[in-house]
C-alpha cells in the first residue's frame, strides 16, 4: 500500500544533521498497517502526529515509523523515476507540490536501530566504497505492476565520453601543422568540373575548324583542280596532233616543224603535271604539320584553363584562411601554379609561332611554284 505524505522532520539536537523542513516521499507498509494509516489520513484529526510518526536517524536512510505506537523499521530508497505530486482544495484546480523521487519501505522484521557506519575520508578507496553503499539503496522497480524491474529493462547506462581539453587540441592542430609546414613536398588534387572540360573540349575542336590549316586542305583541292585542266589541255594539243598528221602529205616541211614544236609542248607539260603532283604532296605534308601544332595548341590550352582555375581556386582558399601558417604553405603553392601558367602559356607561344611559319611557308611555295609555271 502506498501513501503520498508530507513529512515535517525536526532536529532533536544541535549535534544532529541539519534536515529540509519538508520533504516528499512514497510511503509503504504492510497490509495491516497501511488500512489503519488511511483511516489516520481520512479523519483528519488533531492527535495525528501521536498516532503516526517518523523518525530518520542520523544517516539519513534509516528510520523508525511508529503506527499506533507500533514501531516499524523503514529505508529510505530512490525510486527509478520521478513522480509529480499535486495538491487541490476543491478537486477542480491543481496544484504542483513536488517531484517525488524517493520511497519510505517499512518492514516488521527488520533491525530498528542499525549499526552506524564510520565516516569517509577523502581517499579514493574509500570514494569507491560510497559508490557502493550507495547502491544498496537503489529500487529497481517502480509503484506500479508494469514498472517490475524496470531500471534494468527499460533503462539504459548512460555512455561515458572521453573529454579532451581545449590545450590538447591546440598544441595537437599546432603540430599537425608544423609537420606539414616541415614536409619536403605536399601534392593535392584539384578535380575541376566535368562541363567545363567539355566547353573547352568544344572550344579546341571549334578552333580546329576555323584555323588556318583548313586553308591549306582548300588549297590541295585548288590545285588537283589546276592538274585537270593541265590533263584537259593536253588531250586537246594530242586530239590536234593527230588531225595534223593526217594532213602530212601536202605539207612535209611544216609537218616536220609542228611535229618538233608538239613533242617540245608534251615534254614541257609531262614536267608541269610532274611538279604540280610533287606540289601536292609536299602541300599535304605542310597541312599535316599544321594540323598537328593546331592539335597541340588546343590541348596546351586546355590545361591552361585547369591551371587557371585552380589558381582561382587556391586565391579564394587563402582569403578564407585565418591560420598564417596554413595561409604561407596555400601562398607556396599558389606560386607553382603561377609558374606552371607561365610555362604554359610560353608553350603556346611557341606552338602558336611554329604553327604560323608552317602556314607562311606553305602559302610561299605555292605562290613561288604558281609564279615559275606562269614565267615558263
Known sequence: MHFLIYIYIYQTSEEDAPYELENQFVL??????????????????????????????????????RV?????????????????????????TFYKTADVCQMLVCTLDGDLYPPL?????????????????DKKFVWNHGITCPLKNTRKRRFRKTAKKKYI?????????????????????VRYEVIAEDESKEADQHGSL?????????????????SSAQRDELREIFNDISSSSEDEEDEGDRHDDEDLNIMDTEDDLVRQLQDKLDE??????????????????????????????????RKKQQEELIMKVENQALKNRFQASLDEIIQQEEREMEQVRIFFV?????VSFSE??????GHKSVIV
Open 28 to 65: 509503504r507498509l504492510p497490509l495491516e498497517y497501511a488500512s489503519t494509516v488511511r483511516r489516520i489520513a481520512q479523519s483528519s484529526s488533531m492527535n495525528m502526529k501521536d498516532r503516526l510518526t517518523i523518525e530518520l536517524h542520523p544517516d539519513g536512510r534509516h528510520g523508525i515509523v
Open 68 to 92: 499506533d505506537q507500533v514501531p516499524l523499521a523503514c529505508k529510505l530508497v530512490d525510486l527509478p523515476c520521478m513522480i509529480e505530486s499535486l495538491k487541490t482544495v476543491d478537486k477542480k
Open 117 to 133: 557506519e564510520e565516516p569517509t575520508g577523502t581517499d579514493p578507496k574509500t570514494k569507491k566504497k560510497d559508490k557502493d553503499k
Open 165 to 185: 581539453e581545449s590545450p590538447d587540441v591546440e598544441k595537437e592542430v599546432k603540430r599537425l601543422l608544423s609537420t606539414d609546414a616541415d614536409a619536403y613536398n
Open 206 to 222: 571549334g578552333n580546329l575548324d576555323s584555323s588556318p590549316g583548313t586553308s591549306g586542305l582548300k588549297m590541295g583541292h585548288g
Open 276 to 309: 604540280s603532283d610533287s606540289t601536292q604532296h609536299e602541300m599535304d605534308r605542310n597541312t599535316q604539320i599544321v594540323m598537328e601544332y593546331q592539335v597541340q595548341i588546343s590541348s596546351i590550352k586546355a590545361k591552361l584553363h585547369e591551371t587557371r582555375a
Open 354 to 358: 611554329w604553327k604560323t611559319l608552317a
Open 364 to 369: 610561299y611555295e605555292t605562290y613561288s611554284r
